[in-house]
């Protein structure tokens, strides 16, 4: 049977922004009687007739149902103080109103989601620090290539989240900014003061012009996007932290709760949780799609099609909020086996760079020392040896002045501290950037 009222409604959704939308009629309605659109004791009646909604909202009671969120609290407010709640929609439409509200919800989400990600930065600080002896190989291609500690290597992603917070300050200032007194589209003939309720609600500013306030939904898209680059960000650490508990690799234990079991296979610690968390991030890419595509080609200003900017905004906060939570707190339980990592540098000729360097700091063109080195790491293929296995002899049958030296620059628990460059792999590099992320954590930027 076709359901037209819930075809056409929102409330089964926009239900959460009862708060926000309490909270901007209490702003509009101390304007309008500070504007004397209202009369005092008229203000202060719906205010108290909205404040015990809001009370109530917070003790677990639940709005009647309505059309939207808005026309609920309207009809509650009336069914609570009479008529006089009517007064309440003077100088506004649900237009501006759905823009305001949609506007403070995002500022208390970003603000969320900036707190889930200096979780994870405190998190990947304490790591690095904890694990200043853990040396492993790094990968291009996903091929062995240069020894690094393992604190190097979680620090990238406390870069990423760092970019990731700027991304989400950043768009604050966008998103905090004031849509009320747009009205249906064109403002209204009431003299109100925007600037007054802008500041009651802690937005920067009102909107500059009203068709813009009634129809923009740029920041929700780019808040969206903001939450995609965040969820892409955990794939990329997820997908390293299944192949780390590949028993081909065993670089790391997490607590077992972040694993599960196979129904058949009884030797399986499968890492569900890092799975599911690289899952998400398909849903979270299609909210953003999904809100491109829903207000490509509206015309000015508001459509209803704007309705439905709500669902994928909301499963995108909720996921990426869960993601966050369940990813700190598999992160915290990480540990990594420094033996094996450790091993895992003694295969694939991890320090066939260094021999390189050793030759191009003896005057050899770097171009050059790469061949010789190549060279040596065939003849280490073909005769079943490792680099480190060569004998002084056998390296100079490929050149001639390779001295004694040579085995400290290939010595693997080394390597990663003679990256003296800056932000390179050296052990004095890394502790920079722990203090560096550390100041600005201590900062809150
Ligand atoms: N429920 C609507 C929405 O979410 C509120 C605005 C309705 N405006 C209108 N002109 N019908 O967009």
């Excluded at 059309?67 to 003077?90: N, Q």
């Excluded at 920067?204 to 740029?218: E, M």
């Excluded at 895992?344 to 260094?354: D, L, Y």
Aim: charged content about 25%; glycine content about 6%.
């Amino acid at each position: 049977m076709l359901n037209f009222e819930q075809f056409i409604g929102s409330f089964s959704f926009d239900e959460r922004l009862a708060v926000f939308d309490i909270e901007g009629s209490i702003a509009h309605v101390k304007m309008l009687v500070k504007c004397k659109i209202l009369k005092t004791t008229e203000g202060s009646k719906i205010i108290k007739g909205l404040s015990g909604i809001l009370k109530d909202l917070s003790n677990g009671w639940k709005l009647p149902k309505a059309e939207d969120v808005h026309y609920a609290v309207e009809k509650e407010l009336i069914r609570r103080i009479g008529s006089l709640g009517g007064k309440m929609h003077t100088a506004r439409s649900r237009n501006d109103q759905v823009a305001a509200d949609l506007r403070l919800y995002l500022i208390q989400e970003s603000k969320n989601v900036i707190g889930l990600l200096n979780d994870f930065q405190n998190i990947a600080l304490k790591k690095a620090k904890e694990n200043m002896s853990v040396i492993m190989p790094s990968f291009t291609h996903l091929q062995p290539a240069q020894p690094i500690y393992a604190s190097h290597h979680l620090l990238a992603y406390s870069y990423m989240f760092q970019r990731d917070k700027e991304r989400l300050q950043d768009s604050l200032k966008r998103i905090a900014v004031s849509p009320l007194g747009s009205a249906a589209l064109a403002g209204t003939s009431f003299k109100i003061d925007r600037n007054y309720t802008a500041k009651l609600l802690g937005f920067s500013a009102p909107c500059q012009n009203s068709l813009d306030g009634v129809s923009d939904r740029d920041f929700v898209i780019e808040f969206v996007f903001c939450l995609s680059l965040i969820a892409l960000h955990l794939t990329r650490f997820c997908e390293e932290i299944i192949l780390w508990l590949n028993p081909e690799f065993s670089y790391i234990k997490i607590d077992d709760k972040f694993t599960s079991g196979s129904s058949i296979m009884p030797q399986k610690r499968n890492p569900d949780c890092a799975e599911i968390i690289r899952g998400k991030s398909g849903r979270i890419f299609g909210d953003l799609f999904a809100l491109l595509t829903i207000v490509k080609s509206l015309p000015l200003a508001y459509n209803r099609d704007l309705q439905e900017d709500k669902p994928p905004v909301f499963d995108a906060v909720d996921n990426i909020k869960m993601s966050l939570e369940v990813f700190n707190a598999l992160f915290a339980s990480l540990k990594f086996n420094a033996q094996k990592t450790l091993n895992s540098c003694k295969k694939g000729f991890i320090e066939a760079t260094e021999i390189a360097d050793y030759l191009a700091k003896k005057g050899m063109p770097f171009r050059t020392a790469h061949g010789i080195v190549k060279e040596i790491v065939d003849y280490c293929i073909k005769n079943d040896k490792t680099l480190q296995d060569l004998t002084l002899q056998e390296y100079r049958l490929f050149y001639p002045s390779f001295d004694e030296d040579i085995y400290k620059f290939i010595d693997i628990a080394k390597i990663a501290d003679m990256k003296i460059s800056l932000g390179g792999a050296s052990k004095k590099s890394v502790l920079k950037q722990i203090d560096d992320l550390e100041k600005s954590l201590r900062s809150k930027k």
